[in-house]
């Protein structure tokens, strides 16, 4: 050790504390976007997935709206999704979609549960549509997503494990 720091040189601190949330700013969103697509992806970009059947499929968006964007009261945006049929657009939920989105600081998260009329290797195509009254042209994602045979569960039963002691 004392050849190490004769020389000047220190170890560093592999447990060293790092300060988190004191120097983060809060986020600080824009009331009308000025993009919504997915996250990490180039605009006009094509998602592909897979899914398994009985669970949900959450894609991601990334935006600059505030949080409030798509449920505020005066002037909120909309989020659509439509399933593709060739050129032809239909509403998720009248084809009995189930689908949700929550916007929190900048991420988007949009949970699908599919329609009990899927079958194991349907490959569906949907696009997302954002849209408020100030855009002159709505944000439109589109996605695929190749249904999986069903998956078990892979959380607990909820019984907790005694520990002996």
């Excluded at 824009?30 to 180039?42: Q, S, V, W």
Aim: one cysteine or more; glycine letters at 8%.
């Amino acid at each position: 050790m004392a050849n190490l720091f004769q020389f000047g040189k220190h170890a560093s601190n592999p447990f060293k504390q790092i300060k988190t949330g004191s120097q983060d700013k809060p986020y600080e969103g824009k009331t009308y976007p000025t993009y919504f697509k997915f996250k990490g992806k180039d605009p006009g970009h094509e998602l592909s997935r897979e899914a398994h059947i009985n669970m949900r499929c959450r894609i991601a968006f990334e935006t600059d709206a505030v949080n409030d964007y798509l449920s505020r009261s005066i002037d909120p945006g909309t989020f659509t999704l439509f399933v593709l049929d060739g050129e032809e657009r239909r509403q998720a939920k009248d084809l009995g979609f189930a689908s949700n989105v929550n916007l929190q600081n900048g991420i988007a998260s949009l949970s699908v549960k599919f329609s009990e009329a899927c079958k194991v290797a349907d490959k569906l195509k949907f696009v997302a549509v954002v849209y408020d009254a100030t855009q002159a042209q709505s944000f439109e994602n589109t996605f695929s997503i190749l249904l999986q045979k069903a998956a078990e569960p892979s959380g607990g039963k909820g019984d907790r494990q005694k520990t002996s002691e």
